[in-house]
Nanobody, 127 residues
């Protein structure tokens, strides 16, 4: 049984930082590109960041570039999202997801490519 379990969410002030973690089990982790998505109240789920299987390539939505960093540790079956310079509009439930990819340096931003999803962790940015 595949499980993706997020942790590290919580409350922060504008300008603050949080580090999200996602622990994967039940799948060959290094065969999957990993991504973070988020869903704010009343909005559709949106892509945030992705990292290739090897961890060498990443991609971010423009609104988080320079503030968020995605990384992975294949030895620990984990993916991380370090969020600095948090803004009010970063408030959302954050989900990690896994997408099977053929190439080690391939990633994807399409939700349809992600076969497995975590339950999400709440991030609330408020002053």
């Amino acid at each position: 049984q595949v499980q993706l379990v997020e942790s590290g969410g919580g409350a922060a002030h504008p300008g603050g930082s949080l580090r999200l973690s996602c622990a994967a089990s039940g799948l060959p982790f290094s065969s999957f590109a990993m991504g973070w998505f988020r869903q704010a109240p009343g909005k559709e789920r949106e892509f945030v960041a992705t990292v290739s299987r090897s961890g060498t390539r990443t991609y971010y939505i423009d609104s988080v570039k320079g503030r968020f960093t995605i990384s992975r540790d294949n030895a620990k079956n984990s993916v991380f999202l370090v969020m600095n310079g948090l803004k009010l509009e970063d408030t959302a439930v954050y989900y990690c997801a896994a997408a099977p990819r053929q190439g080690a340096t391939v990633y994807t931003i399409r939700p349809v490519d992600y076969h497995y999803w975590g339950q999400g962790t709440q991030v609330t940015v408020s002053s």
